[in-house]
């Protein structure tokens, strides 16, 4: 059974600073991986998708890699904002038949403090 | 954009009730899914959809049922609420290209079960 863990639970630092969320995933096997972010009491909002053939993937501010053989993906956030706190999810989609069933980690909430 | 609406943002109900938890999308998205959000436990899957009166269990299905009679609408059924059904329902909708699918989420409905 595929799990994803996030490192670190929780982090607060000042604005400006560079950051970077670690994602794990037991299970190799993955089409692809979604980094989320989620503002208390919203929904998710999709920030960067990688494909498993891919390595990584930019947004602006945001770069997102994805080293799948060991099972590791991190999200790189430059130049942090207040505005950039909110929680970040990452969640793999399985392969095979699976219809693109994610499994999510549990989260690292930022806290970006002027 | 795509746009995913839920029923309601807050509801409230008591212990043995029916609850019905709507979802809509207009982006025509084949696939359609439902996940509870829990504080320490995260997102987990309870059912999804991957097409029109189609239906697979997720990961904690008990307790729970779904309907999808129109390709936009995927209904969440709870057939007699409980306390430990007090949570955060999301639903979500993708359309599955080649790994390259991104799940689209809706607002959230905060249910309490009294």
């Known amino acids: 059974k595929q799990e994803v863990t996030q490192i670190p639970a929780a982090l607060s630092v000042p604005e400006g600073e560079n950051l970077v969320l670690n994602c794990s995933f037991t299970d190799s096997a993955i089409y692809n991986l979604q980094w989320f972010r989620q503002d208390p009491g919203k929904g998710l909002t999709s920030l960067l998708l990688i494909q498993s053939s891919q390595r990584e993937q930019t947004s602006g501010r945001l770069n997102a890699s994805l080293d799948k053989s060991s099972g590791r993906s991190t999200l790189y956030i430059a130049a942090s904002q207040p505005g950039d706190s909110a929680t970040y999810l990452c969640?793999?989609?399985?392969?095979?038949?699976?219809?693109?069933?994610?499994?999510f980690g549990q989260g690292t909430i930022l806290t970006v403090h002027p | 954009d795509v746009k995913v609406t839920q029923s309601s943002r807050y509801l409230v109900k008591r212990t043995g009730e029916k609850v019905f938890l709507e979802c809509v999308q207009d982006?025509?998205?084949?696939?359609m899914f439902w996940y509870r959000q829990d504080p320490g436990l995260g997102l987990r899957l309870i059912y999804f959809s991957y097409d029109v009166k189609m239906k697979e269990k997720g990961d904690i299905p008990e307790g729970y049922s779904v309907s999808r009679e129109k390709k936009e609408r995927f209904s969440l059924i709870l057939e007699s609420a409980s306390t430990n059904q007090t949570s955060m329902y999301l639903c979500?909708?993708?359309?599955?290209?080649?790994?390259?699918?991104?799940?689209?989420f809706g607002p959230g409905t905060r249910l309490t079960v009294l």
């Open positions: 979500a909708s993708s359309f599955w290209d080649a790994g390259t699918d991104t799940q689209y």
């Open positions: 969640a793999v989609t399985a392969g095979g038949t699976s219809y693109g069933k994610l499994t």
């Open positions: 982006m025509d998205h084949e696939n």
